[in-house]
């Protein structure tokens, strides 16, 4: 293999890029971003970059370290095309570059809104992002936030140590319900709501104008003021490059447990990627879940068979506080909390039929998600009574049934 080209300088090409050479791989890497800036992380935006435009630590390929190992980072460069047949990817300038191998980490863009757009409405996935808004976030100003998801609930946090009023508007009856059931997204909306958060549930937004002192919000329940208004509904995959290169898209660009694509030398890794996973297929948009499955998808491409099937993982900052979720719930799982949720500190584990734990959501607790992950990747079994109470020790359990 001669010439590795990685589309999209985001934490999956970064982290590809890393381990092809770290690996041993020695001939040419190219990196394709089409943001103006060198790959960067994106966790930062909605938490300590956004507070203070502190960007130390934000970039994933410092440059002194790509010029030692002689990766080539192309910012402001589109592919277009990867044409696995004559080996090389298309760039949107009509050049085009050889390509032995190919990594799809083309990620996903924040899902917007019909009729929410204009000067101060923003969604959050890039940097410039985040830089428009901090400097909207200040004393007096009132943020109206459209999604209470993890995102939304870390700009709120972000924008009320700024100063800021906040309204959160969420569509369904609890936020967070989808993601970690009903008991644990209250729990949440209540540390929210706590931190002076206006969480408001089953409001839907209609749309907005602009009124004689900035946007007017037109929500189910009203019209709302804003001096700011943030969109935080998910995101969508960047599909169009694997639409235009003929692999097979589902939600995501379908990959089997080897990250390879429908194309042959043609992978594809992190947000962008449907992949297998515990019977099912998934696209995951967390960043550990980007690192993981690229490595992967890099050692394989240098001819090892490493599947990946690691137990997905995320963390979010928000309030001064830290939530860590760990695996799949079934929709049968039973719940066992560790605590109680109304406390400082508390761990949710989901249980299966068998007893075994599918998942795991805790505040301020995040050992004992280490143990959780341990639980759920070599599916071992602790009693439920062990699980429930906060004086046992779970590390010595895992010791025992491990
Ligand atoms: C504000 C924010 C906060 C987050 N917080 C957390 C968190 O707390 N915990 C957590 O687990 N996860 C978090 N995430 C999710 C995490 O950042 C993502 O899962 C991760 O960045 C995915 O990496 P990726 O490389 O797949 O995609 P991305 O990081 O999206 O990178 C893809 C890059 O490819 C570029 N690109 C697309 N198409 C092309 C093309 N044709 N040619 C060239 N370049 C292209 C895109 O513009 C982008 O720069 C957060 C995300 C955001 C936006």
């Known amino acids: 293999m001669r010439s590795v080209v990685l589309v999209g300088g985001g934490q999956a090409g970064a982290v590809a890029a890393r381990t092809l050479r ?33 960007d130390s630590g934000l970039e994933l390929l410092p440059e002194a370290w790509t010029t030692e190992h002689a990766i080539e980072v192309r910012t402001g460069t589109r592919a277009a095309e990867i044409c696995a047949r004559e080996g090389a990817v298309l760039l949107a300038d009509g050049s085009r570059i050889p390509a032995d191998a190919v990594l799809l980490a ?29 400097e909207r976030l200040g004393p007096g100003t009132h943020l109206v ?34 993601a970690v059931g009903a008991r ?17 549930v089953n409001t839907r ?8 002192r900035g946007l007017v919000v037109r929500t189910s329940d009203g019209d ?8 935080g509904v998910g995101a969508e995959p960047n599909v169009e490059l694997a639409v235009a290169s003929g692999l097979e898209v589902g939600h995501g660009v379908l990959v089997d447990q080897y990250c390879r694509t429908s194309t042959e030398h043609v992978y594809a890794a992190g947000d962008v990627a449907e992949h297998p996973h515990g019977g099912r297929r998934v696209r995951v948009e967390h960043v550990d879940n980007a690192t993981r499955q690229a490595a992967v998808a890099a050692r394989n491409m240098l001819g090892e068979q490493t599947p990946y099937d690691d137990p997905h993982w995320f963390y979010s900052d928000q309030f001064g506080r830290n939530l860590q979720h760990v695996g799949h719930a079934g929709t049968h799982d039973r719940m066992v909390v560790r605590g109680d949720l109304e406390d400082e500190s508390w761990t949710a584990f989901f249980l299966d039929d068998a007893g075994l734990v599918t998942a795991a959501f805790a505040l301020d607790a995040g050992e004992e998600i280490a143990v959780a992950r341990e639980l759920i990747s070599m599916r071992l079994g602790v009693p439920e009574h062990v699980l429930a109470d906060r004086d ?10 491990g």
């Open 22 to 54: 770290r690996r041993g791989y020695d001939g040419a890497i190219t990196v394709l971003a089409d943001e103006p800036h060198r790959p960067y992380q994106r966790p930062p935006l909605s938490k300590e970059y956004l507070a203070a435009a502190d």
């Open 106 to 134: 083309t990620g996903a863009r924040a899902r917007r809104l019909p009729g929410l757009d204009g000067d101060g409405v923003f969604g959050l996935r890039t940097r410039d992002d985040a830089d428009g808004l901090r």
């Open 145 to 178: 936030m459209v999604g209470g998801g993890f995102i939304g609930a870390e700009v709120a946090s972000v924008a009320r140590t700024r100063g800021a009023a906040v309204t959160m508007l969420e569509a369904g009856p609890v936020p967070l319900a989808q």
């Open 184 to 200: 644990l997204g209250e729990a949440c909306a209540r540390i929210a709501r706590a931190n002076g958060v206006d969480v408001r």
């Open 205 to 212: 937004v209609d749309g907005l104008r602009t009124g004689t």
């Open 224 to 231: 709302l003021e804003a001096d700011v208004v943030v969109v």
């Open 392 to 401: 046992a020790d779970l590390f010595e359990a895992l010791e025992e049934v």
